[in-house]
T-cell receptor, first 113, second 114 residues
Framework: SQKIEQNSEALNIQEGKTATLTCNYT??????LQWYRQDPGRGPVFLLL?????KEKRKERLKVTFDTTLKQSLFHITASQPADSATYLC????????????FGTGTRLLVSP | GAGVSQSPSNKVTEKGKDVELRCDPI?????LYWYRQSLGQGLEFLIY????????KSGLPSDRFSAERTGGSVSTLTIQRTQQEDSAVYLC????????????FGPGTRLTVL
């Protein structure tokens, strides 16, 4: 069956360091992958989208990589700040013409001052 | 402009009662989605609308769950004969439709079934 895995354990890092979050998937052939940020009590907010033919995407301090051979995406936050503390969700859509996103369970990031 | 809004923000109900959850998408967004998020869990897809039609209802957990969308805008998710396991945050999202478009989420409705 289709499965998306994100590290369920919280990631604790110090301010200024680079945070790296992992999203692995099986039995998928996603046309693209999206990353969202979710704060407590709020809905997810879109951050970045990367297509299957793109290896890397950047936006300010954020960088996403997409390795369709490894079936893995890495999400990096450089020069992390306490305000980056949140849960980060990856989501995949299969290239079926549907627009349904399948979400991972998310990884909680805690950035300490 | 206004984002996706949902009402009520919180709903407490007794087991066996019916509830209606409302979603107002961003104006002009043709696609609308409902998700459920249980405590500490990821988002579970429930149903997707393109316009007023629902090409994918595969995520509805049981026949107690139904949803409709009217006028290509407002959507209502109805849960009949609620059970305690229905307690969760119900999130609505909208998008421009088509692939490669981000989804814009509302703040969610927290449903508690006693």
């Amino acid at each position: 069956s289709q499965k998306i895995e994100q590290n369920s354990e919280a990631l604790n890092i110090q301010e200024g360091k680079t945070a790296t979050l992992t999203c692995n998937y099986t039995n998928y052939s996603p046309a693209y992958l999206q990353w969202y940020r979710q704060d407590p009590g709020r809905g997810p907010v879109f951050l970045l989208l990367i297509r299957e033919n793109e290896k890397e995407k950047r936006k300010e301090r954020l960088k996403v990589t997409f390795d369709t051979t490894l079936k893995q995406s890495l999400f990096h936050i450089t020069a992390s700040q306490p305000a980056d503390s949140a849960t980060y969700l990856c989501a995949l859509e299969m290239d079926t013409g549907f627009q349904k996103l399948v979400f991972g369970t998310g990884t909680r990031l805690l950035v300490s001052p | 402009g206004a984002g996706v809004s949902q009402s009520p923000s919180n709903k407490v109900t007794e087991k066996g009662k019916d509830v209606e959850l409302r979603c107002d998408p961003i104006s002009g967004h043709t696609a609308l989605y409902w998700y459920r998020q249980s405590l500490g869990q990821g988002l579970e897809f429930l149903i997707y609308f393109q316009g007023n039609s629902a090409p994918d209802k595969s995520g509805l957990p049981s026949d107690r769950f139904s949803a409709e969308r009217t006028g290509g805008s407002v959507s209502t998710l109805t849960i009949q004969r609620t059970q305690q396991e229905d307690s969760a945050v119900y999130l609505c999202a909208s998008s421009l439709g088509g692939s490669y478009n981000e989804q814009f989420f509302g703040p969610g409705t927290r449903l508690t079934v006693l």
